[in-house]
């Protein structure tokens, strides 16, 4: 069958009923919940809690590392909402049929894509804005200075987080190769969005390589909104690249059954 280039969906209430139905799934599977919405937070007030982490000038550039570490907690919830929790789902549903029996109805595959793609999306992005104000009122970080150019930052990461969660739903012909093949990718992006040694502190050569990779570009590219610069145009590249190679991989190689 077509890949993510298929036919609209007929009816335009269809879509909406899809959502409502897919947003109740997710509202029932802890896991995604907890992963999402809590761990990113609950890791930046363990983090805070450390005394080192709060002291004066123990990060790079003269920050605290707990200042450091708010751009990875709020990196975080969108690599496990891509990786850990949309690709698994919409792997399941190819291996269960769903797909192929929704071709039979006036609802089209892509609806339930498009379905996944926006609670996911939206459940990472609220995340994130909470690690943000868990930063600002218990650990008295500063707000972003550039905000707009912190927002694109953010979305565009969004988008990457999940085209690529897209791309290994697309590889995967089960729900378990989806999860094994989303582990092996999880935690060297979580390595270059900084969770265990933040971009700015590795060294040159591991940082340059780093700033090439989707999730070592937004670090850089939140760090400098957040600083009060505007994001450097080669991060901001490196995500318009990326989203634009991952959308365009996972459209090729998606089958809906």
Known sequence: MSALAHTP??????????????????????????????????????????????????????????????????????????????????????????????????VRPPALLGAQMAIHGVAAFVS???????????????????????????????????TLGALVAARARTQKVAGAIGSAVFFPSMFCAGVWLPVQSMPDALARVVECTPFGAASQALNEAAAGSWPGSAHLGVLVLW??????????WFRWE
């Open 9 to 106: 969906v007929r009816l335009p209430g269809a879509n909406s009923a899809v959502l409502k139905s897919e947003v109740r799934l997710f509202l029932r599977e802890p896991g995604a919940l907890f992963g999402i919405a809590v761990f990113p937070p609950v890791l930046l007030v363990i983090l805070g809690c450390i005394p080192a982490f709060r002291a004066s000038d123990s990060g790079p550039d003269g920050l605290r590392l707990i200042d450091a570490y708010v751009p990875v907690t709020v990196l975080l919830p969108l690599i496990v909402a891509g990786l850990q929790a949309m690709a698994p789902v919409i792997a399941g549903y190819r291996e269960r049929g769903i797909l192929r029996r929704m071709s039979t109805t006036p």
């Open 128 to 162: 994130s804005l909470l690690s943000l104000a868990i930063g600002r009122l218990a650990f008295d970080v500063r707000l972003p200075q550039q905000a707009f150019g912190y927002l694109l930052a953010l979305v565009l990461s969004v988008v990457v987080a999940l």
């Open 243 to 252: 989203a634009v190679a991952l959308s365009g991989s996972a459209a090729r």
